[in-house]
């Protein structure tokens, strides 16, 4: 450091010491949270209270593996906080931990395919799972699979977790190549365990993929009020300190997110919020006022969330009526009122392809577009109707359901994202 710059810090440090360092009160705020990792949605806990079931029967399905042989392809489905991430990690980890205590040759990758959403991208994360010291970046997908299964091919059993599977954009090639390097290897192996959220996913796929991909299948059906507040106690005990949070805040919390969609990620949001809102106010207490509160802020996550973990071309379409809807003139009704953001199927499908091409993708076709606009539908999205007749004969109508230059800026973020 030259003279210069020594005189520069030193004066910055002498002004800083004058008052108090801007850190100080942060780090004397008082915080009703005793471990405020275990409140966050990202937090495995050991225990999983409600799935026990779930747990027994995907490590009977992966026992196999321990002996040796290839276990059957699991596929996971279930509404979003349903356990399915938590419950396949507990299970991944059980099991590799056993097998390394028994010197036993069974592997495991966790692949999250929201951020590798192509054969190619998940098979360099594996690969790269197991050859630390390669760089695969670059090389063929053809020369990346010829290491995972050479890999196996030596006698290991690999288990292949694709969490968010229906993120994968060609995924009919990634399953049709690892179901065939099965056949033909003499021992080792490699079985897939894909879990999805995205109810509708399964009918999507490739007949041949989905027998492949669903030899065993498991649904994980929402929580119940009861069942959420038993979780959110469990949860709420380690992460607050004792007498800070009251019981009917919890009750609360858990009927707020059963009542919605039985989801336990909701549900802990509510309480990591609440918690914050406490803390925030100096108020040392999670009483109801702040779970009512920490409601509408979590409510806007949810959304942010969802949209993000629609595929794509999905995105494209809400994109397409964010877009339109920005620019459209309001509508006129039979009544002589004008409604805002009324938007026909056909002018968003039209809206769509333009936009894809703009993004350089291939719009899928009007079959598909029907499709994703009856799920968008369904997660809340958007809203939908059949017009009466007159209206440019027979179409559908179609709303944004929330504030369209808030998902337009979002979506604009991911794509970009994706592609960079
Ligand atoms: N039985 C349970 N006991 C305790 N916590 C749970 C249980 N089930 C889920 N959770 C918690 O709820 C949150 C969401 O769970 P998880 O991520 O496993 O859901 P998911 O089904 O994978 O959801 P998504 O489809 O959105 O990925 C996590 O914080 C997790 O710890
Ligand atoms: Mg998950």
Redesign the pocket.
Known sequence: MDFDAIQFWGKIVQSASATANIFEREFARETIFADRAII??????K?????EPYINNISSMLAQTIKGKKADNIFIY??????????T?HVMQQLLEFASSKNVAVEGNYVNCRNHNSKYRILIKAAKDFYPEENFLGFSAAFVYEKLVDYARKGRQIVLVL??IDKVKDLDDLVYGLTRANDEMQQGGISIIG???NVMFKDRLDPRTKSSLCEKELV?PP?NAP?LTE?LK??TEKAFSPGTVDESAVSLAAAIAAQESG???T??KLMLRAGEIADRKGSGRVTDAEVKKAKKQVDEEIIF?MVS?LPQQQQLVLYSIAALSLTKKPQPKITGEREEGVLFSGEVYDEYCTICRKFKETPVSARWYREYISELEMFGLILSTASGKGIKGQTTLIKLGFEAQRIKAQIERELSDSTA
């Open positions: 966050t949605p990202h937090y495995t806990p225990e999983l209270p409600f799935r279930g509404k979003v906080g349903t356990g399915k991430t938590s419950v990690k969490d968010e879990i999805s959220n994980f929580y069942e979780i469990q949860r989801d336990a990620r549900a802990v969330d973990t």
